[in-house]
Structure formats: C-alpha cells, structure tokens
C-alpha cells in the first residue's frame, strides 16, 4: 500500500527566503507525482506535476524534482511571499494501466512572515 | 469560469437524513474523481468514472455512499442516512485522458462541499 509523507507538518519563515518542503512515497512504482496548494476552507490548485520518466519540473517561482528510485520530492519555492501562505499537498499515482487514484500526503503548512 | 464547480459548497444535516452533491468537470474532461478529505488529513480518495462508466470504487465508499455520472457529464455523490462520521469536506475533480494514448493529465479539483452532520 502506498504511504505518502510530507515533513515539516507546518513551516514557517520570513519573507523573502527561499523554502524546501518535502514529500517521500513508500512504493516507487508512480506514474507521476503533483504538487498542490490549498488555502484554507477550500479545494486544491495544482501547482505542478511531473511524470515518472522526469526528473524536475519548473513554474515561475517554483521547482519540484523527483528521484522516483529513493522515493523523494521536493518542492522548492523561491523569494517567498506572504502569498504562498498555504498548505501544500503531494500526491502519487501508480504506474499501473488503469490506476487513476491519487495517494495524498497529510500536507506542510506553510507560514510566510512578513 | 471553465474550473470545476461543485454545488452546493456547505451543507449542514441532522444525522441519519440523505444528502446528494453535484460536480460539474471542465466540459471537454472525459474523467471524474471524487475524494473525501477530513480535518488535517490529505484528501481520501472514493470513487472515478470515465465518461459514465464508474471504473473503480474505493472500500471508503460503503453502500450508504452511491456515484452516478448520467451522460458523461455532471456528478451526483449521495449519502444516505448520514452519520457524524461522514462529516467532511467532499472533493471533485477532473481530468482529460487521450485515447490510445497513456498520457494522463493533471487532476483538477473544485473548492469542495463541506459536509456537518449533526
């Protein structure tokens, strides 16, 4: 069964630093892993998703790379902004034919400090 | 605004009465998901159709819980007699998957249905 951890459970720093939030995956066998933001009280705003034959993915300020054999992403967010107040969610989805799921972790909180 | 809709966006119940929820995919997305997601916790998910074919049911969905997606189009999620225990906040997505391709895309989600049983 595939197990998503997310480390810090809740992150916060000052403006203008740049930040790395993790997300490790218990079975390697993905076919791609997304990276989301959700404020709270509402839905997921997916920020980035990278398929398993890739190894990073860049959007603006921000920068996910996987290594699919260790079991790892890394969501880094550059010159942070009170904005990017948020939590954020890594989700892997299988490799197999047909196996549309997505597996979430339980998320970083992330607190940007004025 | 093309985004996912999901309606209506709280709803509040007494325990053991039946609630249904509707999801509207982006039009030209041929698959749709439905998740469960509770208080600090990472979504759960329940239950895909593509098109109106429901192709997998996760064991979270018990059979007080049915998914209809009548035409391929819109989705209905119903709880019936609901229990405290299904208070939570009820996500839909959606996505495009090409045909005879294996390139499958990103998930979008809507801004959910926030479920209280009282």
């Known amino acids: 069964k595939q197990e998503v951890t997310q480390i810090p459970a809740a992150l916060s720093v000052p403006e203008g630093e740049n930040l790395v939030l993790n997300c490790s995956f218990t079975?390697?066998?993905?076919?791609?892993l997304q990276w989301f933001r959700q404020d709270p009280g509402k839905g997921l705003t997916s920020l980035l998703l990278?398929?398993?034959?890739?190894r990073e993915q860049t959007s603006g300020r921000l920068n996910a790379s996987l290594d699919k054999s260790s079991g790892r992403s890394t969501l880094y967010i550059a010159a942070s902004q009170p904005g990017d107040s948020a939590t954020y969610l890594c989700?892997?989805?299988?490799?197999?034919?047909?196996?549309?799921?997505?597996?979430f972790g339980t998320g970083t909180r992330l607190t940007i400090i004025p | 605004d093309t985004g996912v809709s999901q309606d209506p966006r709280h709803k509040i119940t007494k325990r053991g009465q039946n609630v249904t929820f509707r999801c509207d995919p982006i039009?030209?997305?041929?698959?749709l998901y439905w998740y469960r997601q509770t208080l600090g916790q990472g979504p759960e998910f329940l239950t895909y159709f593509q098109n109106e074919a429901q192709l997998e049911k996760s064991r979270l969905l018990s059979d007080r819980f049915s998914a209809e997606r009548p035409k391929g189009s819109f989705s209905t999620l119903e709880i019936q007699r609901t229990e405290q225990g299904d208070s939570a906040m009820y996500l839909c997505?959606?996505?495009?998957?090409?045909?005879?391709?294996?390139?499958?895309?990103?998930?979008?989600f809507g801004p959910g249905t926030r479920l209280l049983v009282l």
């Open positions: 079975d390697s066998a993905i076919y791609n």
């Open positions: 989700a892997v989805r299988r490799g197999d034919f047909g196996n549309e799921k997505l597996t």
């Open positions: 997505a959606s996505s495009y998957r090409i045909l005879r391709d294996r390139i499958r895309g990103t998930q979008y």
């Open positions: 039009s030209e997305h041929n698959r």
């Open positions: 990278i398929q398993s034959s890739q």
